[in-house]
């Protein structure tokens, strides 16, 4: 049997692994009986955990809000997982970066030695490469997902991917993270429309307005965003016609190289978006396969203007700036004076 301490700490764990509790389920998990975890459960409200309790069928006990934050209890793979989420949270999302390291130096301090070389490891042998700054702020973020969580509506200034800044209001719905960007699916109140954000593109942190009664969201939430995502927003789009179910040309198309649905039973759509005509090349030429153009014939000139230059850059010595032009102008003149 557990040690009071111990089965106290245990106790604390469980109520914060999960909503409710009934007393015989938390007896038979500390193989003690309900009065011992009725006198457990007082013990933790003197430490400060708001423990709730709740009579009849269907009672049990709650880990409720309090006024102040109660000790968290983590057991070894939550210790190491949250370690680990620290430090790889901070190339993606700015403004936390001082937080995270105060929170990792705490926990450095209370792990055991065989935790704290699990929870290092990856650290300890990654290098860290050139990413650029992180693409979202954690407090716009954090902001934007309180709006989604409590339907408030959202007031912001936003700039497209040409620069150009719009007043925009909305009812947010969803908050999606695709790569190390992070978007904001809403229904904007000007357009009469669902619309996607880019959550860096948005200036400042969003005021809040009125609550707002929560529409009826996109049949398919996910496919949405992947499609406001990887293909709606760019400037550069087509669309391609493949031989082959979406199932099995998923695990040889990246899935960053554009939007795979299906068409028919043996054939395939893919929607490839790109900021240019360089990139959008570069993705088709991902796709590997022979495809039928569906939409984005007017790109095609563009495209072939991108080739025929990147033909030229493959073929050595042209386009150098060396004396061989000029020798090869002068060849003709010298067999003119031999003449």
């Known amino acids: 049997m557990l040690s009071t301490s111990a089965r106290l700490l245990r106790l ?5 692994s999960r909503r409710h509790w009934s007393g015989a389920a938390l007896a038979e998990t500390l193989e003690v009986d309900t009065r011992t975890v009725r006198r457990d459960v007082d013990r933790l409200r003197e430490l400060g955990y708001p423990v709730e309790a709740s009579a009849g069928i269907g009672g049990g006990y709650s880990l409720g809000r309090g006024a102040d934050l109660p000790p968290l209890v983590l057991d070894d793979d939550e210790a190491v997982a949250l370690a680990m989420a620290l430090r790889v949270a901070t190339a993606s999302i700015g403004g936390i970066e001082d937080t995270a390291l105060r929170l990792l130096a705490k926990l450095d301090q209370m ?9 290092s490891a990856l650290h300890a042998v990654t290098i860290a490469l050139r990413m650029g700054e992180p693409l979202a702020n ?12 409590d339907c408030l509506t959202l007031e912001f200034t936003y700039r497209d991917h040409h620069g150009a800044a719009s007043r925009r209001r909305v009812e947010p719905l969803r908050v999606a993270s695709y790569g190390r960007r992070w978007y904001l699916i809403a229904w904007d109140l000007s357009r009469s429309d669902w619309r996607t954000f880019r959550i860096d593109r948005i200036v400042a942190r969003p005021s809040t307005g009125a609550v707002f009664a929560a529409r009826t969201q996109p049949a398919d939430v996910a496919a949405y965003l992947e499609r406001g995502i990887a293909y709606a927003p760019f400037a550069c789009r087509v669309t391609l016609r493949l031989r082959g179910s979406a199932t099995t040309l998923a695990s040889r198309i990246p899935t960053w190289c554009g939007i795979l649905e299906p068409d028919g039973a043996s054939h395939s759509l893919l929607r490839v978006g790109a900021d240019s005509i360089e990139t959008l090349v570069a993705q088709l030429a991902m796709v590997g396969q022979d495809a039928e153009l569906i939409e984005g014939q007017e790109l095609v000139p563009q495209m072939e203007s991108v080739l025929s230059r990147l033909g030229t850059t493959l073929v050595p010595g042209v386009g150098r700036t060396q004396p061989t032009t000029t020798a090869r102008r002068s060849k003709p003149r010298s067999r003119a004076k031999r003449r």
């Not at 604390?12 to 914060?16: G, I």
């Not at 792990?111 to 929870?119: I, M, Q």
């Open 138 to 149: 954690a407090d716009i973020l954090t902001g934007i997902a309180t709006a989604c969580r």
């Open 111 to 119: 792990l055991p030695a065989r935790l704290r070389r699990r929870a």
């Open 12 to 16: 604390a764990s469980l109520l914060q």
